[in-house]
């Protein structure tokens, strides 16, 4: 059992926004903006996308976008394609263990 | 540009170690700026952070694998490596090692992975 929880599947068509949730609690997301998401393609490692709860690394489309409220954070990914289609992993700092924890992950298909 | 890759065996028998390297190129293993951890991904199942390790020999273990693991790291080979001892079959996964940025807790450049099976 993944110590953040989030929905284990998203849709929408291409050119729409969704928006994937990640809720933990006041030990993890809440209390800290480490908050990172990652995009994991079939048989491939998983890649960056936001850390810092809304940062973008060099590289990665602003149609990729995260925002934290309270215990819940969030990833939206605006005029999607098909590429989009992927698992989505968020990851949090945890201050009680001082580690990393991450949630079960989303598959995001673009109908 | 960074470049980390995954090496070890495939196949590890039940109750024996389960040993990886992980060698990093383009980049020093030795920046301040950096730890260096090791993620995993049961077959069909979400990721799980095992711990990392800084240049200085400094490292974190989850708590659930404390008395098994260990990891360590070869400055002069810009290689670290991890340790698994008495594995089972719940520790078939794919292994990642990744770049974990200091005082960000973000895993920023990853490894592709390699796959552990436990099995007789």
């Known amino acids: 059992q993944s110590a953040l929880t989030q929905p284990p599947s998203a849709s929408g068509s291409p050119g729409q926004s969704v928006t994937i949730s990640c809720t933990g609690t006041?030990?993890?997301?809440?209390?800290?903006?480490?908050v990172s998401w990652y995009q994991q393609h079939p048989g491939k490692a998983p890649k960056l996308m936001i850390f810092d709860v809304s940062k973008r690394p060099s590289g990665v489309p602003d149609r990729f976008s995260g925002s934290k409220s309270g215990n819940t954070a969030s990833l939206t990914v605006s005029g999607l394609l098909p590429e989009d289609e992927a698992a989505y992993y968020c990851s949090s700092f945890e201050g009680g263990n001082n580690s990393v924890v991450f949630g079960g992950g989303t598959k995001l298909t673009v109908l | 540009q960074l470049q980390l890759r995954e090496s070890g065996p495939g196949l590890v028998k039940p109750s024996e170690a389960l040993s990886l390297t992980c060698s990093v190129s383009g980049g020093s293993i030795s920046s301040r700026a950096y730890y260096w951890g090791w993620i995993r991904q049961p077959p069909g199942k979400g990721l799980q952070w095992l711990g990392n390790i800084y240049y200085s020999g400094r490292t974190y273990y989850i708590p659930s694998l404390e008395s098994r693991i260990t990891m360590s790291v070869d400055t002069s080979k810009n290689q670290f490596s991890l340790k698994l001892n008495s594995v089972t079959a719940a520790d078939t996964a794919v292994y990642y090692c990744?770049?974990?940025?200091?005082?960000?807790?973000?895993?920023?450049?990853w490894g592709q992975g390699t796959t552990v099976t436990v099995s007789s």
């Open positions: 006041s030990s993890d997301i809440g209390g800290y903006d480490y």
């Open positions: 990744a770049r974990r940025v200091d005082h960000r807790y973000t895993l920023d450049v």
